[in-house]
């Protein structure tokens, strides 16, 4: 690239016109440089204040939940007021059940819908599906607690898991179904062909091929779903609606994580304070083990030299 | 749909046969799922808007001019609730939009490589934090922080009182707070979609502006912001989706009080915190169905607002392939 220019001719002392205008260039040119260094460091302070909002939020998870952590966080059930003691059994309980519905729910549909995506690919359906789950995946996820409370809680009359459940499942069914759509999107032409031309059927070399093929990308993205949706409290205020009470369930009331910090966070006692921030703790950390598995996940696809 | 043609001899025509009806069974499977999606949509709309049908009729256009919310007389207007939401996101969208596009400049133009999945990582992580978590954070952290100095320090040292947005007592709970957790919940989603848009303009056009003799940050104004510039503005208007329909933060945030105020230090109300705070206690059919009302011109304004976010995105990526070949 750096070939260097030969001298065209002897070099000539410049004109007064050309000495004015090259005075004139370093001066624009230095307000130039400037103004490019400004802006340059602009955008590094911009990259360091989006990121320190992220760290003061784990300082304070970490300072302030730590210190309520105990044995009897896992284990007992939460006490009334007044009470020392006390833990939240029954909200991780009820978490981890609400994700089992979800996923029962949303895993399945999302799944599917992710799989016509890729094989109908340009089809007008297709292309509606594809803009409409966008459009679902950006919905407030209150509209969608109040849709559950008027589809499955108004005619039965109480509150329910599976209501909760249900609801959270249907905030999933958009992700999965693209995150499907990509994984099975880059499976090889070839791996399909070759085994149609083996003789399979062509629903069997979708599922048996190209969805095992797809599988490892296909549970990242299941697992980066569910921890989107495991910290979701507005669907559940309705619908699961939280339980005091040890329930497992699916027709009754059950408790949740996040629900459990929104009530302890606005009520006015310390204790219940504290609590909260240890149940914050307890869910941001159970969010991360999910999707640190996701990445390991990822990586050891990428490692074995399959996807993009 | 197979194109393998029947041979002679019964097995093979048997499971031809069969590969036939299950790819049928197949096909309209993986259909049946497809159309679960605009059905849920279409459920969504219809039993929202059967719910709130009542209090629109009622109410009429009313419902979203009149200033008055009241259960117990039995007045319902939900203005105080669109104010407040509108007002919030445009703060959040006014404070996360130049730190999002200044993070993921800095990621695509200036960032050394080893540092770039760091800080994005840490960007999107963001994220991955639950809304009600960021309103825990934001009772025991930020409203101090603001009740202290940040709210009299606008107010007195900068005399910005004179502008009518930061008078008034400073309490904490207020439009101002939750437009602040707004704009943090809403960057990571602003960001990555810029990021994205933004690496995806060719190199061709930043090696184009510096040979002609630009610095980085004219090559930047000059020809990497106006190739993704539609594509941010996608990305913004998809975190003012986000930011419309943010509940369980907001509702801790922002004091719930159904009045419009031009102070910002003021408390408000948004519909979802309004639909957060009073659903389950929904004293009457005329007060639910209000409610209802309030979720249905959510949904509308939300699904609007992500239609045309899409279709922005959506129409770069198309314009970035298109123009790359």
């Known amino acids: ?308 | 749909m197979t194109v393998v043609e029947a041979r002679e001899g019964d097995g093979a025509t048997l499971r031809i046969h069969g590969a036939a009806v299950g790819d049928r069974v197949y096909a309209g499977a993986i259909t049946f799922f497809a159309l679960c999606v605009p059905l849920l949509l279409l459920a969504i709309a219809w039993e929202l808007g059967v719910a709130a049908w009542p209090a629109l009729h009622r109410f009429g256009f009313g419902f979203l001019t009149s200033s008055e919310w009241d259960p117990v007389k039995g007045e319902f207007g939900a203005a105080p609730a669109i104010y407040g939401t509108i007002v919030s996101s445009i703060i959040a969208l006014l404070l996360a939009t130049p730190l999002a596009l200044g993070v993921s400049l800095f990621l695509s133009e200036l960032a050394p490589r080893w540092l770039r999945q760091p800080v994005g990582f840490l960007v999107d992580l963001l994220a991955a934090i639950p809304s009600v978590v960021y309103g825990l954070w934001g009772i025991f952290v930020l409203l101090p922080v603001l009740r202290d100095p940040v709210m009299p320090f606008l107010r007195d040292t900068l005399h910005l009182d004179t502008t009518g947005l930061f008078t008034g007592p400073a309490y904490g709970p207020s439009m101002l707070a939750a437009g602040i957790i707004l704009a943090i919940m809403v960057l990571p989603y602003i960001a990555s979609v810029s990021r994205e848009v933004l690496l995806a303009v060719p190199r061709s056009q930043r090696e184009a502006a510096l040979a002609l003799g630009a610095t980085r940050w004219e090559a930047i104004r000059g020809a990497v912001l106006p190739y993704a510039r539609s594509g941010i503005v996608g990305g913004i208007i998809l975190g003012l989706g986000r930011a419309l329909g943010e509940t369980m933060a907001v509702t801790m945030l922002i004091g719930n009080r159904p009045e419009i105020t031009a102070s910002l230090f003021a408390p408000g109300y948004t519909m979802a915190s309004l639909l957060a705070n009073e659903f389950s206690e929904a004293s009457s059919d005329a007060h639910l169905s209000a409610l209802m009302a309030v979720g249905f011109v959510l949904f509308l304004i939300t699904v609007i607002v992500n239609a045309i976010a899409r279709w922005l995105v959506w129409q770069v990526s198309r314009g970035a392939s298109g123009r790359a070949a």
């Open chain 1, 1 to 308: 690239m750096s070939t260097a220019i030969p001298p065209l001719s002897p070099p000539l002392r410049p004109t007064l016109r050309q000495r004015a205008f090259s005075e004139r260039t370093q001066r624009t040119l230095r307000r130039r440089r400037v103004v490019n260094g400004i802006m340059l460091g602009v955008f590094v302070v911009a990259a360091v204040v989006a990121v320190l909002p992220l760290i003061f939020i784990f300082v304070h998870l970490i300072r302030l939940g730590v210190g309520s952590l105990s044995w009897d966080f896992f284990t007992k059930m939460p006490t009334p007021v007044g009470e020392a003691g006390g833990g939240l059994a029954n909200a991780i309980v009820g978490t981890l059940i609400l994700i089992g519905v979800a996923s029962a729910v949303g895993l399945p549909v999302g799944v599917g819908s992710g799989l016509y995506l890729a094989e109908r690919k340009g089809a007008s359906l297709a292309n509606g599906v594809r803009f409409l789950s966008d459009v679902l995946n950006g919905l407030p996820s209150i509209v969608m607690g109040i849709f559950a409370w008027q589809f499955l809680v108004r005619p039965v009359g109480h509150f329910s898991a599976l209501a909760g459940g249900v609801a959270l499942g249907a905030m999933m069914i958009p992700m999965v179904a693209r995150t499907t759509e990509e994984m099975v999107g880059v499976v090889p032409v070839a791996l399909r062909e070759a085994a149609l031309a083996l003789g399979y059927p062509r629903w069997r070399t979708s599922l048996s091929i190209v969805l095992r093929t797809a599988s490892a990308g296909i549970v990242t993205g299941a697992l980066v779903a569910i921890a989107r949706i495991a910290g979701e409290t507005a669907p559940l205020l309705f619908t699961a609606f939280g339980n005091q009470f040890w329930s497992l369930s699916l027709r009754q009331p059950i408790a949740a994580l996040p629900l459990q910090i929104f009530s302890y966070a606005i009520s006015p006692y310390d204790a219940w304070h504290s609590l909260a921030w240890a149940g914050a703790l307890v869910l941001i950390a159970l969010i991360f083990i999910i999707s640190l598995i996701a990445r390991i996940a990822t990586r050891a696809r990428f490692s074995a030299g399959g996807g993009d």
